[in-house]
C-alpha cells in the first residue's frame, strides 16, 4: 500500500500569513493527488484534485502543487475561515490511502 | 447539483450487521465511482471502500475485506455499504463520495455492547 505522510502535522499561524503544507508519498503517483478541508464537525470538502486543479467553487488563495512523490498546498493569505485540519489523498493505486492531516489553528 | 445522503447509521453489538445506503442525485452512480470513508473519534480520515462507474468493480481496503460489501442499485441511484462482523475499531462516521468533487454529511455507526 502506498503510504502518505504529511508535514507539519500541526501548525499556529496569523490571518494574512501564507501557509504551505507538504505531503509526501511513498512510492510515485504521477499526480494522483488531492486536497481536502476539514472544520470540526463537518464533512471534509474538496479543494484540488489531480495536484494543482481547483475544485468549482475554491477560491484561488488555494494552490497545489508536485508530482511524484512530493506534493505541496499552499494558501496564499490565511483567512479566519482557512483554521481547519487539511488531508492529502492519493488516488493513483488501489487501496487509496490518506495522509494524517495538518491541524491548522490560530497563533 | 450534486449531492449524496447516507444513511442507516445506528448503535450495534460487536460481531453485528448494519447496512449503509447512500442515495445520490446530480449524477449516476452507473457512470462515477463513489467510495465510503470513515472516521474514527478524534482521529484522521480512513478510505474504505469503491465502486467503480463503468463495470462496477469493487476494492476495499485490508481493514475492513471480507467483512464489507460495496454494491448499488442503478434504479435507486444509490450506493450500499454492508458491513458484517462488526468491532469496537469500527466505530465512526462514514461518509459517502465522489472523492475529488463532493462528499455527503455522514452517517455514525456506533458498535458497543
Known amino acids: 500500500d502506498i503510504q502518505m505522510t504529511q508535514s507539519p502535522s500541526s501548525l499556529s499561524a496569523s490571518v494574512g500569513d501564507r501557509v504551505t503544507i507538504t505531503c509526501r508519498a511513498s512510492?510515485?503517483?504521477?499526480?494522483?493527488v488531492a486536497w481536502f478541508q476539514q472544520k470540526p464537525g463537518k464533512a471534509p470538502k474538496s479543494l484540488i484534485y489531480?495536484?494543482?486543479s481547483l475544485q468549482s467553487g475554491v477560491p484561488s488563495k488555494f494552490s497545489g502543487s508536485g508530482s511524484g512523490t512530493d506534493f505541496t498546498l499552499t494558501i496564499s493569505s490565511l483567512q479566519p475561515e482557512d483554521f481547519a485540519t487539511y488531508y492529502c489523498?492519493?488516488?493513483?493505486?488501489?487501496?487509496?490511502?490518506f495522509g494524517p492531516g495538518t491541524k491548522v489553528d490560530i497563533k | 447539483e450534486v449531492q449524496l445522503l447516507e444513511s442507516g447509521g445506528g448503535l450495534v453489538q460487536p460481531g453485528g450487521s448494519l447496512r449503509l445506503s447512500c442515495a445520490v442525485s446530480?449524477?449516476?452512480?452507473?457512470?462515477?465511482?463513489v467510495s465510503w470513508v470513515r472516521q474514527a473519534p478524534g482521529k484522521g480520515l480512513e478510505w474504505v471502500s469503491v465502486?467503480?462507474?463503468?463495470?462496477?468493480?469493487?476494492f476495499y481496503a485490508d481493514s475492513v475485506k471480507g467483512r464489507y460489501t460495496i454494491s448499488r442499485d442503478n434504479s435507486k441511484n444509490t450506493v450500499y455499504l454492508q458491513m458484517d462482523s462488526l468491532r469496537a475499531e469500527d466505530t465512526a462516521v462514514y461518509y459517502c463520495?465522489?472523492?475529488?468533487?463532493?462528499w455527503g454529511q455522514g452517517t455514525l455507526v456506533t458498535v458497543s455492547s
Open positions: 489531480a495536484a494543482s
Open positions: 465502486i467503480t462507474g463503468s463495470g462496477g468493480i469493487t
Open positions: 463520495a465522489q472523492l475529488t468533487t463532493s
Open positions: 489523498q492519493q488516488y493513483n493505486n488501489y487501496p487509496f490511502t
Open positions: 512510492q510515485g503517483i504521477s499526480s494522483n
Open positions: 446530480g449524477f449516476s452512480v452507473s457512470s462515477r465511482a
